[in-house]
């Protein structure tokens, strides 16, 4: 045990300082005080060391190097208050003789503990104030670079603060002594996060969910008994259409480390019994505080699993075709640290990250930064400036869908340690770029003759890349769904169920841009049946297919492909300008146009007819180009 007093280490910011040194004072008595409050710190029994720190100094009064340890101590339990006064008392005693290196440490951690109190423009006052006591060495550290940076963010901030006001979420919620990590549905009109009566392990986590309508908060209720359990429960996220949660679950008997992502699915109205994630996601470590991208195609968590940057970083998993999930992969450095970077949130848009981490420059404790994607990269992590952040730790950021709101965590601390912690929310603010507009669009699907729910699948397609964006389910139960994705310049949205008649949207000139209330009639295969085969592009006069249709060329193949007894009529229609024979003719062209890349995907000619019938069946008026647009089409029949 002696040996190891020798050594210089560190605690919670404390230097531990080897026996034998030189002090400012020569008073046996006093230093053998200070000798054994080392040893305490070492075995870090706080509050005993604090007393033999208090008991030097009270002997010997000019004993600085025990004021500043007393202090620290007092810090590093959170204590700031009393901190602050142990440090002026040690600084009435300097004398008015030049010293300049208990003057710029102490001056130096009086800097520090008004950081701790968000006394910002103090602490900026002091370190400027006392920059030339303090020792030449520690100015060309990493230490005091950082601590430049750090300063160079809070001037910056505390001179242009951002125009909020956080309000702490009312009763009935925050009714609990821990409440958080808050996600919403993509609506905002339902709340989930994980509540905690207690603080010690006796405390079970569980995710608890509220409802907001007509201005209140409902009383919050567990989620399921499947989900939430005599284990814990908690850090929840959502698919934007509320039919996919991914949870953290703890000390869960055959998990494969100590917190396990685990995944379930809402079917017909009720959750499903969850699965854990597999070894391709969770490890021995710990992993937690999922996000989920609104399709739910990507899903970004925390883990301390070494293989990161160090300490707990950021990692993202892919959704494959199969449903499963791909190995999850480290973020990287440019938002990885050697620190924790942890409550990561995708945006609904898939264009930015937003996280907490004490690793980049920021006002102290946890703050929240983002990111912006870069094709397959992040850019580099902004602070979020004040007062979004501030001197305590800012945790668990959601932002709504509809940009209105921005929820969070705020830790309350007791002794240096959590001792509760609130939902909070705030005005989003309109000067933070956020990226690509969203469209919003919900309603239900429906069998057109039973008027029963239909659980379909809705796709929606970039149409220009040919790319599917988002993938989301009706409700089986009730048919509803919520879409959210980036507003696109050209999209087609896709709605299929086995047995049905497909439905194809074009986004635009069908008007589905925050559309409410949205009914899909689904049509079971019959003969006769026939749907418009929407984004089918051709040029004015011309036959040769654009680019921007081969996804629903795609869409009709695979048609073929789920139902092999099908065979289709394929008839194109064209406006009314030029001549009957010609249209008839180029609308016919348009039709084989179509059977040609069908047959070249392998589907037998036996199965397509193709007819063309010009201008003579028009679905609108001939009177606006955009009217003659909608005309010129192609129409798919069931035989």
Same mark, same amino acid.
């Given at each position: 045990?002696?040996?190891?007093?020798?050594?210089?280490?560190?605690?919670?910011? #404390?230097?531990?300082?080897?026996?034998?040194?030189?002090?400012?004072?020569?008073?046996?008595?006093?230093?053998?005080? =200070?000798?054994?409050?080392?040893?305490?710190?070492?075995?870090?029994?706080?509050?005993?060391?604090?007393?033999?720190?208090?008991?030097?100094?009270?002997?010997?009064?000019?004993?600085?190097?025990?004021?500043?340890?007393?202090?620290?101590?007092?810090?590093?339990?959170?204590?700031?208050?009393?901190?602050?006064? *142990?440090?002026?008392?040690?600084?009435?005693?300097?004398?008015?003789?030049?010293?300049?290196?208990?003057?710029?440490?102490?001056?130096?951690?009086?800097?520090?503990?008004?950081?701790?109190? !968000?006394?910002?423009?103090?602490?900026?006052?002091?370190?400027?104030?006392?920059?030339?006591?303090?020792?030449?060495?520690?100015?060309?550290?990493?230490? =005091?670079?950082?601590?430049?940076?750090? $300063?160079?963010?809070?001037?910056?901030?505390?001179?242009?603060?951002?125009?909020?006001? &956080?309000?702490?979420?009312?009763?009935?919620?925050?009714?609990?002594?821990?409440?958080?990590?808050?996600?919403?549905?993509? /609506?905002?009109?339902?709340?989930?996060?994980?509540?905690? /009566?207690?603080?010690?392990?006796?405390?079970?986590?569980?995710?608890?969910?509220?409802?907001?309508?007509?201005?209140?908060?409902?009383?919050?209720?567990?989620?399921?008994?499947?989900?939430?359990?005599?284990?814990?429960?908690?850090?929840?996220?959502?698919?934007?259409?509320?039919?996919?949660?991914?949870?953290?679950?703890?000390?869960?008997?055959?998990?494969? !480390?100590?917190?396990?992502?685990?995944?379930?699915?809402?079917?017909?109205?009720? %959750?499903?019994?969850?699965?854990?994630?597999?070894?391709?996601?969770?490890?021995?470590?710990?992993? +937690?505080?999922?996000?989920?991208?609104?399709?739910?195609? $990507?899903?970004?968590?925390?883990?301390?699993?070494?293989?990161?940057?160090?300490? #707990?970083?950021? %990692?993202?998993?892919?959704?494959?075709?199969?449903?499963?999930?791909?190995?999850?992969?480290?973020? !990287?450095?440019?938002?990885?640290?050697?620190?924790?970077?942890?409550?990561?949130?995708?945006?609904?848009?898939?264009?930015?990250?937003?996280?907490?981490?004490?690793?980049?420059?920021?006002?102290?404790?946890?703050?929240?930064?983002?990111?912006?994607?870069?094709?397959?990269?992040?850019?580099?992590?902004?602070?979020?400036?004040?007062?979004?952040? /501030?001197?305590?730790?800012?945790?668990?950021?959601?932002?709504?869908?509809?940009?209105?709101?921005?929820?969070?965590?705020?830790?309350?601390?007791?002794?240096?340690?959590?001792?509760?912690?609130?939902?909070?929310?705030?005005?989003?603010?309109?000067?933070?770029?956020?990226?690509?507009? $969203?469209?919003?669009?919900?309603?239900?699907?429906?069998?057109?003759?039973?008027?029963?729910?239909?659980?379909?699948?809705?796709?929606?397609?970039?149409?220009?890349?040919?790319?599917?964006?988002?993938?989301?389910?009706?409700?089986?139960?009730?048919?509803?769904?919520?879409?959210?994705?980036? /507003?696109?310049?050209?999209?087609?949205? =896709? *709605?299929?169920?086995?047995?049905?008649?497909?439905?194809?949207?074009?986004?635009?000139?069908?008007?589905?841009?925050?559309?409410?209330?949205?009914?899909?009639?689904?049509?079971?295969?019959?003969?006769?049946?026939?749907? #418009?085969?929407?984004?089918?592009?051709?040029?004015?006069?011309?036959?040769?297919?654009?680019? +921007?249709?081969?996804?629903?060329?795609?869409?009709?193949?695979?048609?073929?492909?789920?139902?092999?007894? *099908?065979?289709?009529?394929?008839?194109?229609?064209?406006?009314?300008?030029? &001549?009957?024979?010609?249209?008839?003719?180029?609308?016919?062209?348009?039709?084989?146009?179509?059977?040609?890349?069908?047959?070249?995907?392998?589907?037998?000619?036996?199965?397509?007819?193709?007819?063309?019938?010009?201008?003579?069946?028009?679905?609108?008026?001939?009177?606006?180009?955009?009217?003659?647009?909608?005309?010129?089409?192609?129409?798919?029949?069931?035989?």
């Amino acid at each position: 045990m002696l040996k190891k007093l020798f050594i210089v280490i560190s605690f919670a910011g #404390i230097c531990f300082q080897a026996m034998g040194q030189e002090f400012s004072i020569v008073d046996k008595r006093a230093i053998r005080f =200070y000798e054994e409050g080392d040893q305490f710190l070492y075995r870090k029994q706080l509050p005993e060391a604090q007393e033999k720190y208090k008991a030097a100094y009270e002997r010997s009064s000019d004993f600085f190097e025990a004021y500043l340890k007393h202090a620290q101590v007092l810090l590093s339990r959170g204590m700031p208050e009393e901190a602050l006064a *142990v440090t002026k008392k040690g600084q009435s005693r300097l004398p008015l003789k030049k010293n300049d290196f208990f003057k710029g440490k102490l001056a130096w951690l009086e800097g520090e503990i008004y950081l701790k109190q !968000g006394a910002f423009q103090q602490a900026l006052d002091i370190f400027e104030e006392n920059e030339a006591y303090f020792d030449e060495s520690f100015l060309k550290s990493d230490e =005091y670079a950082n601590k430049l940076q750090q $300063l160079e963010i809070i001037a910056e901030g505390i001179k242009n603060p951002i125009d909020i006001r &956080k309000k702490r979420l009312p009763r009935p919620l925050n009714q609990f002594r821990l409440q958080y990590f808050p996600v919403l549905t993509a /609506d905002g009109k339902r709340l989930f996060f994980t509540k905690r /009566d207690g603080i010690t392990v006796k405390y079970n986590e569980d995710i608890f969910f509220s409802d907001f309508d007509e201005g209140e908060w409902s009383e919050p209720e567990s989620i399921s008994t499947l989900i939430n359990s005599s284990y814990n429960e908690g850090t929840c996220t959502i698919s934007a259409d509320g039919n996919l949660l991914i949870f953290t679950s703890c000390n869960t008997p055959g998990s494969h !480390g100590n917190c396990d992502l685990y995944i379930t699915a809402r079917m017909n109205g009720e %959750w499903q019994s969850p699965t854990n994630m597999g070894n391709k996601v969770n490890t021995r470590y710990w992993e +937690s505080q999922p996000s989920l991208s609104a399709d739910g195609s $990507l899903l970004f968590f925390s883990s301390n699993r070494p293989e990161g940057e160090g300490g #707990i970083d950021l %990692w993202v998993s892919e959704r494959l075709e199969d449903g499963t999930w791909s190995k999850a992969k480290n973020l !990287g450095s440019s938002i990885n640290t050697k620190k924790d970077e942890v409550s990561p949130f995708i945006f609904f848009n898939n264009t930015m990250l937003f996280f907490a981490s004490d690793g980049h420059p920021g006002f102290g404790a946890k703050d929240i930064f983002k990111s912006v994607i870069e094709g397959n990269g992040f850019g580099k992590p902004v602070n979020m400036g004040f007062p979004i952040n /501030d001197q305590k730790d800012q945790l668990a950021l959601f932002i709504t869908a509809q940009k209105d709101f921005a929820y969070y965590t705020e830790n309350n601390f007791e002794l240096g340690k959590v001792d509760s912690s609130y939902l909070y929310r705030f005005d989003f603010p309109e000067e933070i770029d956020l990226g690509h507009e $969203l469209i919003v669009t919900s309603g239900k699907v429906i069998n057109e003759e039973t008027g029963e729910a239909v659980e379909a699948l809705l796709s929606l397609i970039d149409l220009d890349r040919d790319s599917t964006m988002y993938n989301f389910k009706s409700d089986g139960k009730d048919g509803t769904f919520t879409m959210i994705y980036p /507003d696109k310049e050209n999209s087609g949205l =896709y *709605v299929e169920k086995q047995g049905y008649m497909p439905k194809i949207y074009n986004v635009d000139r069908d008007s589905l841009r925050n559309k409410q209330g949205f009914q899909i009639n689904l049509e079971p295969i019959a003969k006769g049946k026939h749907f #418009i085969f929407e984004n089918i592009f051709f040029d004015f006069d011309q036959t040769v297919l654009k680019k +921007s249709s081969l996804s629903s060329l795609k869409k009709l193949h695979k048609f073929l492909l789920d139902h092999p007894t *099908v065979k289709l009529l394929i008839v194109g229609h064209t406006d009314n300008i030029g &001549k009957d024979s010609y249209n008839s003719e180029l609308s016919l062209k348009r039709a084989k146009e179509v059977k040609k890349y069908l047959l070249e995907e392998g589907i037998y000619s036996e199965r397509l007819e193709i007819e063309g019938r010009g201008a003579a069946e028009p679905l609108r008026s001939n009177d606006t180009e955009e009217n003659r647009a909608f005309n010129r089409r192609i129409e798919v029949f069931i035989l």
